[in-house]
């Protein structure tokens, strides 16, 4: 095996970037290592490109093995990694998001690229893989605009010092006030992800700095192994549209456009103007040969409206449904009033995009466990989204998800994170599911909005509404000083603009962020105003919720199950629970509940009709410690000579004596007592044992009458 190695140190860590032979049938490759992590990412490009006609076909896996970690993971009859977790879905879009803008996207032939995370250390296994794709494709001969860096900017709760690649093995998300992660390049940024507790746009925008000074030292590194070793680069001319087709465009298409594209039918008009433009190719290219001068043409129909959408933002300030750049669609808020069965429901409207949001309240045994490469851990909060066909006007399968499903799922269950109450104060397990009704522009942002509306109208103490808003980008191609920024974009400035960058939080500040980008990247000053209008955007949201729900209802739904807390000592923990479970199971049985113990001794009751508060008085009666004075029922359990045994809750029994059990004189226990019966006592003496010594006659001197 031949190898060379590079090594690099950034921030605070040494990276040791290895090249060899071990997968020299790839376009290109690499291995990188730092503090124990290694990941092995390989770029691919397709030998040809004519079945791929229409579109940039990029792939990119992200593949955890359970080996990285030492673990043996899987059920009895099958060891072998299953379907991706969610985490390595999520660190698959994150390198999507990032190396996709870099590419030609007229090349037609299929890339793929692949990270395998070969062992998990000290070093996020994620963020080195971003770094590892770029430096496989920037050496290899796959075109591409790169290379890029990646980073993650972070703080703890316990130290609020901003820390670069700061990674805590096992982490959740309880560790960090911030968790931000950044790429970019040329002192651009193209991707960003993050979960924040309500930090300023300030505070953010200082970490885009922090960010891009630790992103330009990967760069600078990339480049001496461009220089080293690097491939010459593929080359795939673009195809150019003939002339005639171009003159077909402007004697069919182009008046169609112009007339109403700015305009309240911009929808539809766009529709019929591609579903024409897509008839006049057929005719003109009807042989299979023809396919790929076809493709570049259809391409042209796309590429008139980018320049169109980008000319009228720049030049005058016109969006597509006549909006000022910073305003926000009309809205609409709607708690409850759903059915009676849901524990809460809320609907979110902002323009033609509406969700709605209904949640359901769990006990502590509803909680998620997720066994990954990294970690194994609960979750109680969950939010989770769907986008069926119909929400775009469309047909299509329905059922299962998919990446972008999961991602916008995520995104806003980062940003609803940090106002879900503490275990302590709320116990329940908390899910949220968000369907996206009609979309037209960020339906990942709408959900947060319907998914507070849903929380607070369950009853879920959330410290604070949350809203998100996406900003848009339309940037001077030749002079990226001239740029207007979109707010609230919808459809075509998605589809055609330059930036989608959604930013959540509450009234306090930033929860989440995500940005993706069309173009290299955008500039920091940009993006710091951007933060901005977003706040601007936010608290106009946040208004509208408010007015139609402005706090939490004070009760659960009666629907919701009711969850009692008790506290308990450690010690008697394993007295509860019983020898193999018997008295916890009776417990259980007894009263239709679900009980769960913590290992510091907090006991989660989650019952309906009562049981839970049944549940909970017959735990506290069998760890109640009794003090001398106390009182107490208990049933005679056994009779002795000299007096009689009483239980009087749980395990817990004590004596009464004989001349303890009434004021006149008893000649023998059983004339006054029989096993079973109740009796009042008062606990008299407590012994250095914890034995206890009972009185009935002091608890009622009247419980028992002389015999005439």
């Known amino acids: 095996m031949q190898s060379k190695e590079y090594e690099v ?60 970690a030492g673990k043996i993971l899987g059920g009895q009859y099958n060891k072998r990694e299953g379907r991706p977790s969610d985490q390595s879905i999520l660190a698959a879009r994150v390198i999507d998001r990032t190396i996709r803008p870099l590419f030609d996207q007229h090349i037609k032939n299929a890339v793929q690229v692949i990270v395998t995370v070969i062992a998990v250390g000290e070093t996020d296994p994620k963020i080195l893989g971003v770094n590892a794709v770029s430096i496989a494709l920037h ?46 390049k040329d002192k651009t940024i193209n991707m960003i992800e993050a979960m924040a507790f309500e930090l300023s746009e300030d505070e953010i925008g200082k970490c885009f700095d922090l960010a891009s000074s630790e992103i330009t030292k990967w760069e600078e590194f990339q480049k001496i192994l461009r220089a080293d070793l690097g491939k010459e680069k593929l080359a795939f001319p673009k195809i150019e549209v003939e002339k005639d087709v171009v003159e077909l465009f402007n004697e069919k298409v182009r008046p169609m456009l112009e007339e109403k594209l700015f305009s309240s039918e ?66 609409f808020a709607k708690a409850g009033g759903i059915s009676d069965v849901l ?7 902002r323009g033609e995009t509406h969700v709605l949001s209904v949640l359901a309240l769990g006990g502590p045994e509803d909680m998620l466990t997720v066994q990954g490469m990294e970690s194994e851990s609960k979750k109680r909060f969950m939010h989770h989204y769907n986008f069926p066909p119909y929400s775009g006007g469309e047909t299509g399968r329905v059922g299962g998800i998919n990446r972008r499903e ?30 996206s009704t009609a979309s037209n522009g960020s339906t990942s942002q709408a959900s947060i909005c319907a998914a507070t509306i849903a929380l607070m109208d369950g009853g879920v103490p959330i410290t604070t509404p949350v809203a998100g808003i996406s900003v848009g980008l339309m940037a001077d191609e030749k002079d990226i000083t001239k740029y207007v920024l979109l707010t609230d974009i919808q459809g ?71 969850i009692v807390t008790v506290k ?87 004596l009464v004596h004989v001349s303890e059990i009434t004021p006149f004189r008893v000649e023998k226990v059983s004339d006054i007592l029989k096993e079973g019966d109740r009796v009042p006592v008062k606990i008299i003496r407590v012994d250095e044992k914890g034995r206890l010594s009972l009185s009935i006659k002091e608890a009622n001197k009247d419980f028992f009458k002389p015999k005439a």
């Open 9 to 68: 140190e950034i921030g605070g860590k040494k990276i040791v970037a290895v090249f060899s032979d071990l997968a020299n049938q790839a376009n290109g490759s690499v291995i990188l290592k730092s503090e124990g992590t290694v990941v092995m990412a390989t770029a691919v490009i397709s030998k040809d490109g004519s079945k791929n006609l229409g579109f940039f076909n990029l792939t990119v896996e992200y593949l955890e093995k359970f080996y990285a």
């Open 139 to 184: 050496t290899s001969n796959i075109p591409w605009n790169g290379p890029i860096g990646a980073v993650q900017i972070s703080k703890t709760k316990e130290d609020e010092s901003l820390k670069v690649n700061h990674y805590i093995p096992n982490a959740d998300e309880a560790v960090y006030s911030l968790d931000l992660s950044v790429c970019g």
């Open 266 to 331: 911009s929808k539809k008009v766009t529709s019929e103007a591609e579903k024409l433009w897509g008839e006049i190719l057929d005719a003109k290219y009807p042989n299979e040969e023809d396919d790929a001068i076809k493709s570049a043409s259809e391409d042209y129909f796309h590429h008139y409206l980018d320049a169109s959408f980008h000319k009228m933002a720049l030049t005058q300030g016109i969006r597509a449904d006549g909006r000022g750049v910073d305003e926000v669609r009309k809205l």
């Open 343 to 349: 524990h809460g429901s809320g609907i979110f409207y």
């Open 406 to 435: 999961m991602g916008h799922g995520f995104l806003a269950e980062k940003a609803l994170t940090p106002v879900i109450p503490s275990k302590i104060i709320f116990p329940y397990t908390i899910r949220v599911v968000s369907e």
């Open 492 to 562: 075509p400035e998605d589809h055609y603009g330059d930036m989608d960058f959604k930013v959540a939080g509450t009234k306090n500040g930033i929860t989440a962020i995500q940005l993706d980008v069309k173009v290299d990247g955008v500039q920091i000053p940009v993006l710091k105003e951007a933060l901005l209008r977003a706040k601007t955007a936010r608290m106009e949201i946040l208004e509208t919720i408010t007015k139609e729900i402005a706090e939490p209802r004070e009760k659960i739904s009666e629907r919701a199950p009711m």
């Open 568 to 654: 308990i000592k450690k010690d008697q923990i394993g007295m509860v629970i019983g020898p193999g479970g018997k008295n916890i199971n009776a417990i259980r049985e007894e009263t239709g509940t679900e009980i769960t113990i913590e290992e510091d001794g907090t006991v989660f009751i989650t019952g309906k009709n009562g049981g839970a508060e049944k549940a909970a008085k017959i735990i506290e009666e069998m760890t109640h410690e009794y003090n001398v004075g106390d009182t107490a029922e208990g049933t005679v359990v056994k009779l002795m000579d000299f007096g009689a045994f009483v239980k009087i809750s749980g395990e817990t029994e004590g």
